[in-house]
């Protein structure tokens, strides 16, 4: 949208340029990165498992309380709340993927 202000013509800033990498795109550093920053308690017990299993961003989001468990985090609570922050990265994923969809549809 772009809107006139006193003949000054004011652009839309390019939401793109500052979007981070997309989950599919990340790395273990990547992953490690984030589990750290949302969950931080569990991090330092579990950060190792994590890296230890190669955990990237394709895997992260496909993750479930069983795969947790095999990984062995076996405290029901802790995988349950991991659990918790990866569905709502997975639900941040979809919406952004959504956006860029409806984005690309009004250009076509």
């Not at 950060?47 to 076996?74: C, D, P, S, T, V």
Request: hydrophobic content about 35%.
């Amino acid at each position: 949208m772009i809107l006139e202000d006193n003949q000054n013509v004011i652009k839309p800033r390019n939401s793109r340029a500052a979007r981070p990498k997309v989950v599919y795109q990340w790395t273990v550093q990547d992953v490690q990165k984030w589990f750290r920053r949302h969950c931080y308690d569990y991090y330092v017990l579990y950060g190792e498992k994590f890296l230890q299993h190669e955990i990237i961003g394709r895997a992260l989001i496909r993750i479930n309380e069983n795969q947790l468990y095999r990984m062995g985090i076996i405290n029901p609570d802790h995988s349950q709340d991991i659990c918790r922050e990866i569905l709502k990265l997975r639900l941040k994923t979809y919406i952004l993927e959504f956006r860029d969809l409806e984005r690309n549809n009004l250009y076509d």
